[in-house]
């Protein structure tokens, strides 16, 4: 289904581009399909010039490249890209929950405990791009307990490449099973504030099976870059 600015809140400028970059990332528009300014307009029901400004801000995220007389193409996925931001996603978490162990209130205990049930429930109703979402606030919600909430803004800026790889993978039920399992160990060493413990199982948690290069370059090929 094909986001609109309507599905989305912010500033018309803002909802433009988060619109368009949510069709990316989400793979409503896939790697390499070339999207002129009209087209996306007509689409959209913007301006051409609000299109122009929105592809601007997507070719500094590195998810279109812009050929002058032709238009945007959606970047292909670079494997080496997600490879390198997941060692840095790790190494950061790695030091962010140590922080998040002695920082946490109260309050954002509850959230992650919130956030819990929410996946639990969105697993038996098989709602896998739902899990996604709810996947990145629990993290999210870590960073901002550890207080380090711009840190994690520069990381999903970074990780456009990771984010189209993981609508990429087959539904699963037994690995976001495995995800929300380790979700409880590490709300579990938050709350005990054990940033040991919670060290140890947020790097498990970074290596959890799932994510098949071959396999997928196999599938997709035309998706990623050479």
């Known amino acids: 289904m094909f986001l609109q600015t309507n599905d989305l809140s912010g500033s018309a400028r803002d909802q433009v581009y988060e ?42 995220d590195k998810l279109v490249e812009i050929i002058p007389q032709k238009g945007c193409y959606i970047t292909k996925i670079d494997l080496a890209h997600v490879d390198e931001c997941g060692f840095i996603r790790e190494q950061l978490e790695a030091e962010v929950i140590r922080l998040a162990c002695m920082r946490m209130t109260s309050d954002q205990i509850a959230m992650l405990q919130t956030l819990l049930g929410q ?89 959890l099976p799932g994510f098949d290069k071959l396999a997928l370059l196999h599938k997709y090929p035309n998706y990623f870059s050479s």
Not at 37 to 42: C, D, L, N, P, S
Not at 158 to 167: A, D, E, I, M, Q
Not at 192 to 201: G, L
Request: one cysteine or more; hydrophobic letters at 45%.
């Open 19 to 60: 619109a368009l970059k949510e069709n990316m990332i989400q793979l409503i528009w896939k790697p390499g399909m070339l999207i002129s300014e009209t087209m996306a307009a007509e689409m959209m029901l913007v301006s051409r010039r609000m299109i122009r400004e929105a592809f601007a801000r997507l070719s500094k």
């Open 119 to 207: 996946q639990m429930r969105a697993i038996e109703a098989k709602q896998f791009n739902k899990l996604i979402e709810l996947d990145d606030l629990f993290h999210q919600w870590i960073f901002i307990g550890g207080n380090m909430e711009r840190t994690w803004a520069v990381l999903q800026q970074k990780s456009v490449n990771s984010n189209r790889v993981r609508f990429l993978m087959e539904p699963n039920a037994g690995f976001w099973e495995s995800m929300v399992s380790e979700h409880q160990v590490i709300l579990q060493a938050i709350q005990s504030k054990d940033p040991e413990q919670a060290v140890c199982i947020i790097r498990k948690h970074f290596k």
